[in-house]
């Protein structure tokens, strides 16, 4: 199985804060990268696949980077809107496997 | 639209069973892999189990396997998630989930709770 060791756990920020989660995988995953935010009480959603593309829709504030291995999300400019839990996905297989979350709380 | 409806969670004793539906609308469910992903109370996020387009591969989490079965009927574009030998860990917000990135995108349904407990 693929693991995945997402960092920190929780972050406390600022608006105005350029934020960046990490997410290591024991095994190359072939840029089959997603990454979710989950606010409480909802389902996730997708903000970018495949590394660096965003969704439609998600604001140019969001963006991915990373290769082999290393993989990070970065919120350029932290929006009131923006704080909740933020998921890194690998779906190199079927049997995804999730980062363990990283709440971006107000500081 | 892509939606997906989850159903039949509740509260079920250790050892049950239950079996969880989802509904699909909104695109071509028989195109598509489905997968259910599970939330436990103030938890991350699980893989739970897959299912291929149509039906001929299944893939489980290893804590589950053996205990559940995912079966899809594509002519009532359904997905479901047979739980038996239900335990307290199982307790859990049961989401289905249609993933095609690129594509598709990826949709969740807003879950169906279920709750193992005496």
């Known amino acids: 199985d693929i693991q995945m060791t997402q960092s920190p756990s929780t972050l406390s920020a600022s608006v105005g804060d350029r934020v960046t989660i990490t997410c290591r995988t024991s095994?190359?995953?072939?840029?089959?990268l997603a990454w979710y935010q989950q606010k409480p009480g909802r389902a996730p959603n997708l903000l970018i696949h495949k590394v660096s593309t965003l969704e439609s829709g998600v604001p140019s504030r969001f963006s991915g980077s990373g290769s082999g291995t290393e993989f990070t999300l970065t919120i350029s400019s932290l929006q009131p809107d923006d704080f909740a839990t933020y998921y890194c996905q690998q779906y190199n297989t079927y049997s995804w496997t999730f980062g363990q979350g990283t709440k971006v709380a107000i500081k | 639209e892509v939606q997906l409806v989850e159903s039949g969670g509740g509260l079920v004793q250790p050892g049950g069973s239950l079996r969880l539906s989802c509904s699909a609308s909104?695109?071509?469910?028989?195109?598509?892999?489905m997968h259910w992903v599970r939330q436990a109370p103030g938890k991350g996020l699980q893989f739970v189990s897959a299912i291929t387009p149509n039906g001929g591969s299944t893939y489980y989490a290893d804590s589950v396997k053996g205990r559940f079965t995912i079966s899809r009927d594509n002519s009532k574009n359904t997905l479901f998630l047979q739980m038996s030998s239900l335990r307290h860990e199982d307790t859990s917000l049961y989401f289905c989930?249609?993933?095609?990135?690129?594509?598709?995108?990826?949709?969740w349904g807003q879950g169906t709770l279920v709750t193992v407990s005496s």
């Open positions: 095994q190359s995953i072939n840029s089959w």
């Open positions: 989930v249609v993933g095609d990135y690129g594509r598709l995108g990826g949709h």
């Open positions: 909104g695109f071509t469910f028989s195109h598509y892999v």
